[in-house]
């Protein structure tokens, strides 16, 4: 079964500083793996997905993810925080053998203070 | 191009009484999915449809959950009885070949 783990409910940063929203995951095969943002009252969005090829991915609003094979990972990030990007964050990983099943992971809340 | 639509998008409703909650594709999405997030946690896939047939639903929680999607258009969730532990969020989302496009979700409420 593939999985992903978010070890952080809750992640602070300053406006300006690099955030960093941790992922892991654990499959069988080649991953293929999502992150998307939920906002206040809104739905989920998509940011970015690796399938292959480059380990660093460019995804919507200035973030980045990079895909690290030796240590199952895929950590979101973006260089310089913003108020606005405080959310919930969402790794994934697709299983395309089984309709093109999310799992997801547990969330992580990005709270960036002014 | 209209998104995923769900409503309502909150309902408050007590122990034991009955919720359907809907959700319209993007047109031309075969695929459509429900997905929930409960108590804070994790979001679970319920089910999975293509067109209108069930193509997968090993992540219904029970009986009480009934999902249809009648001439593969708009999909309904029913859940009869509710109980308190059903409080959460609803996802609905489809898909034709590619990425997943997500609905804004319907939050339950069950006092």
């Known amino acids: 079964a593939q999985s992903v783990a978010q070890p952080e409910d809750q992640v602070n940063v300053a406006e300006g500083n690099p955030l960093t929203v941790k992922c892991t995951y654990s499959v069988s095969g080649n991953p293929y793996l999502l992150w998307y943002v939920q906002y206040p009252n809104r739905g989920l969005q998509f940011l970015l997905k690796y399938i292959t090829g480059d380990n660093l991915v460019k995804g919507s609003y200035g973030f980045e993810a990079e895909f690290n094979k030796s240590q199952t990972s895929f950590h979101l990030k973006k260089p310089s925080a913003l108020v606005s990007d405080s959310a919930l964050y969402f790794c994934a990983v697709r299983d395309l053998a089984a309709g093109n099943k999310l799992t997801f992971g547990g969330g992580t809340r990005v709270l960036v203070k002014p | ?111």
């Not at chain 2, 034991?16 to 409960?38: A, E, F, K």
């Not at chain 2, 009648?70 to 990425?99: I, M, N, R």
């Open chain 2, 1 to 111: 191009e209209a998104g995923v639509t769900q409503f309502p998008s909150h309902s408050v409703i007590e122990k034991g009484q009955t919720v359907t909650l809907r959700c319209d594709p993007i047109s031309g999405h075969d695929n459509l999915y429900w997905y929930r997030r409960v108590m804070g946690k994790e979001i679970k896939f319920l089910l999975h449809f293509v067109k209108e047939s069930k193509q997968d639903e090993s992540g219904m929680p029970n009986n009480r959950f009934l999902a249809e999607r009648t001439g593969g258009t708009y999909s309904t969730l029913k859940v009869q009885p509710a109980e308190l532990e059903d409080s959460g969020v609803y996802f609905c989302a489809s898909s034709g070949l590619g990425e997943l496009f997500f609905g804004e979700g319907s939050r339950l409420t069950v006092l």
